[in-house]
């Protein structure tokens, strides 16, 4: 049984930061690509960032590109995000997921989900 674990979430000032993290419960952890998505209310769910099995290769949303930092520790089997220079625009529920393979950017790609957790940015 797969099991995916958010948290960190929280109410941040514009251009503040925080850290998410995703623990994983899934054998063989280091092939699995995991990813971060966020859904804002009224909005689908859009890709944020995701990295190889290896942890080698990182991709991102041109939103997040260079305020964002995907991680993973595969000794822990976790995954975080690392968010700076917040903006109310980033203000979402973020959800960790994997799927097996090469990173892909779109969320039906992927097979597992954790619950998410709400990052709100105030202006």
């Known amino acids: 049984q797969v099991q995916l674990i958010e948290s960190g979430g929280g109410l941040v000032q514009a251009g503040g930061s925080l850290r998410l993290s995703c623990s994983a419960s899934?054998?063989?952890?280091?092939?699995?690509?995991m990813g971060w998505f966020r859904q804002a209310p009224g909005k689908e769910r859009e890709f944020v960032a995701a990295?190889?099995?290896?942890?080698?290769?990182?991709y991102y949303a041109d939103s997040v590109k260079g305020r964002f930092t995907i991680s993973r520790n595969n000794a822990e089997n976790t995954v975080n995000l690392q968010m700076n220079s917040l903006k109310p625009e980033d203000t979402a529920v973020y959800y960790c997921?994997?799927?097996?393979?090469?990173?892909?950017?779109?969320?039906?790609?992927?097979?597992?989900w954790g619950q998410g957790t709400q990052v709100t940015v105030s202006s």
């Open positions: 997921a994997a799927k097996v393979g090469f990173p892909k950017m779109y969320a039906h790609d992927y097979n597992y």
């Open positions: 990295i190889n099995g290896g942890g080698g290769s990182t």
């Open positions: 899934i054998r063989a952890f280091s092939i699995y690509t």
